[in-house]
């Protein structure tokens, strides 16, 4: 069995985008109440003394949008100086991030994700739902921003949606060619959005590298990351291509996180909603922090049976009562 040390930490719930995938204008979503989100001060307790302990090494701050939280900097700055912290990365929409790339590199953060599904504004502000004022240039500025203060590498996530921004798949693979860059393509989940799934399906990664091998050529190739992508470069480019397949293939039995939501509980397998457990109501009702490790100790080692195991190639992966924004995707 992997060991599992990757935990992907969702800091907050809400977004300042509506991607159609992940929480479409218009869907019903109960907020998380702000007396129910982890306080800064529990989720370190946590990590220090219940995460760490049981092994966790590798961490992500996810969400919804982790730039909205109002103590960004200061939880990175925490979690980067624990001595135990071998990795820790965001992934973020970028809106927010040119005013904040340098306060987060100065603070121990080395290495983002940033998504960008589209290179042209009109179809990405279709897809973000910028609600009448353009969103694109904004994020373009904080990619480049996070470019201009160092981060490596620096990821850029596309989830690929047919019929939408498939079309942009060889111009997004070419940012590639000039810049050290790494683009990945990211298999649509029906999992926020299953509306839209069902209309159109997703495009298996088989098929873009197929599509990009006859354009530019591609070879296998690396780049440091803890999660399922798979890793090509074009001959001669600067970055590489990675290819996030969680519906053509199953990456399950390689599965290294847990995932802990912005109000506690932590989750073993984003695709299956069982063995979730709820820390923070166990720590703001005083169950000491080696009970709490006790518990998830528990959960780890039961975790290879929860791991998801219902994956039929193409099929729905059922419904489920969080989207990717709440969970922590
Ligand atoms: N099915 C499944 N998909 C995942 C999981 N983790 C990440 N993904 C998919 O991979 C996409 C990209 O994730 P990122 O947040 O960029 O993180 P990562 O790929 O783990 O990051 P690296 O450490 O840079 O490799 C997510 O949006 C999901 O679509 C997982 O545990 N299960
Ligand atoms: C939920 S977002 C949270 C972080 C940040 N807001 C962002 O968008 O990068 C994390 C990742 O999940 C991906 N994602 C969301 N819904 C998805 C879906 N239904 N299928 C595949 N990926 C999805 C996004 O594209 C993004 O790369
Ligand atoms: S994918 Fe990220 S940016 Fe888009 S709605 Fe979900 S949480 Fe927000
Ligand atoms: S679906 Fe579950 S078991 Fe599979 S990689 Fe994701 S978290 Fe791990």
Redesign the pocket.
Known sequence: MNQVD?L?ISLIDRCNFRCQYCMPEGAELDYILRQQLLTAEELLTLIREVFIPVGFT?F?L?GGEPLLHPQVVEIVRAIATLPQTQ?L?M?TNAFLLANKAQNLYDAGLR?I?I?LDSLDPEVFDRIVGSRGRSRWQQVWDGILAAHRVGFD?L?L?V?VIPGVNDCEVLDLAALTLTRYWHV?F??F?PIGNSQLFGDRGWVASAELRQRICEAYGLVESQ???????DVFQIPGAKGTL?F?S?MSEC??DR?N?M?LSADGWLRP???NEMGQIDLKSALRAGVPTTEIRDRVAQLLALKSEIN?KQRESGTSAGTYART?SQIG?
């Open positions: 990757y992907r590798r992500r996810t990795d990365a992934t290495r994700n998504s590498p990821k996530n989830v990945r990211i298999e989940m780049v440091r990351g803890n999660g399922p992508a990675g996030i969680q990456f399950c599965c996180r995932r397998c984003l695709l998801y990717m995707g």
